[in-house]
């Protein structure tokens, strides 16, 4: 099983990016799909996760608004809409596989907001 991100950079305050993930070796569509961050020195947080057939998806306090996740489960693929960015939004970001036992990461995805 391969998670692959991409899409992360460095955006100035406002600006957005938009965050991909792509499954390999999985039933994708089985998994739940989820985004976390970890910031330096702070714990890896949820930002953000959508179900199987992509009908709920549920989001942070923090990101609530700015943020979209979505699914293309034709293309094993998760997005991450990221608007209105803030600094501090800035984080790894990792994409997450989960079904049952089976929980997957990938290597993460540098987000860095600043001016």
């Known amino acids: 099983v391969q998670l692959v991100e991409s899409g992360g950079g460095l955006v100035q305050p406002g600006g957005a990016l938009r965050l991909s993930c792509l499954a390999s070796?999985?039933?994708?569509?089985?998994?739940?799909m989820k985004w976390y961050r970890q910031a330096p020195g702070k714990v890896r947080e949820l930002v953000a996760s959508?179900?199987?057939?992509?009908?709920?998806?549920d989001y942070a306090d923090s990101v609530k608004g700015r943020f979209t996740i979505s699914r293309d489960n034709a293309k094993n693929m998760v997005f991450l809409q990221m608007n209105s960015l803030k600094p501090e939004d800035t984080a790894v970001y990792f994409c997450?596989?989960?079904?049952?036992?089976?929980?997957?990461w990938g290597q993460g995805t540098q987000v860095t907001v600043s001016s």
């Open positions: 070796r999985l039933a994708f569509s089985d998994y739940e």
């Open positions: 997450n596989a989960v079904w049952g036992p089976y929980d997957y």
């Open positions: 959508i179900r199987t057939a992509g009908r709920r998806s």
